[in-house]
């Protein structure tokens, strides 16, 4: 199928919107139930091939171990036990309150107990209503969530050629749900000074100096999808730093700067996904210039660090 289709936000934003919440209601139920990552890398989605998953959650919560998967193909979330057993309902004519007391059911009916321990949305606007009163977000399109999957797909191939080229401390290429933007970070390991007063989310994802990069969907302060880079702590200069292809841009953006590709440029470009491979490598050099690093020991050309197979 076509590289990048188009999936301008306006065109889906209320099934974005549902959606938004019910992987919020899952992903709450895999902060719950998993063992503590640095990072938060235990918390995201990783893709399956027909959409998204928990991966084998349990055990940290004394509880059976069992899967959360959204399939994107047949328009369900599908629930599973380690022993085989499988649940599942349609995501199609379910508001959030609907999705929330359906999820717990589901997995009740299997011997699971689940807990949120804050059930409600996180960092959303109506962060203060519980899931179970949520009746407003009730729109699910399947064919703009097909899209939204097979976006997150083929931008995940892309992140992961990017993520090939470095031999350092990095994270997966994954999905979060707080603000569903599919990511891949490079860590310097270098303790990062925090003020005291940054909550606890904050503290543990910027505990090291990093450099991010992914892919959104667009929200309503930047109401278009993008690729997105940013350094943090952000080092003195950064948005005086070179960017490639010509249509990235230095964004500011919460007392900081994003370096940002527009989707719909990407896709305008003669080889879009060389275009965005241009973009990340340019924003890594940029970040990592102006922080310090050592970006040449820090290279792994083409996923490879066996020092004999490149002689060869």
Known sequence: MELFPPIPLADWQDTKETLHRFAQVVGKIRLAGSMRRNHWWNVPFHLTGRGITTRPTGWADGGPVFTLDFDFVGHRLVAATLDGREASFPLLGRSVADFHRDTLATLAGLGV??????????????????????????????????????????????????????????????????TFDIAHTRFSDRVAELPPQADPVTREAYSREVISFGFWFGDDEFPAPAFYSYTAPEPAGLDGEPLDPPAARWVPRKGSHLAVLGYEEARAAADPRAAVLDFFESAYLAGARRAGWDAAALACPGGITDPYLPAR
């Open 113 to 178: 107990r689940a807990e949120i321990e804050h059930p409600r949305p996180f960092d959303l606007p109506d962060a203060a209503r519980p899931f179970a009163e949520d009746t407003e977000h009730a729109a699910y399109d399947p064919a703009k969530a097909l899209r939204y999957w097979q976006v997150l797909s083929q931008v995940a191939l892309v992140l992961e050629e990017f993520a090939a080229r470095f031999s350092g401390k990095s994270s997966p290429v994954h999905h979060f749900w707080h």
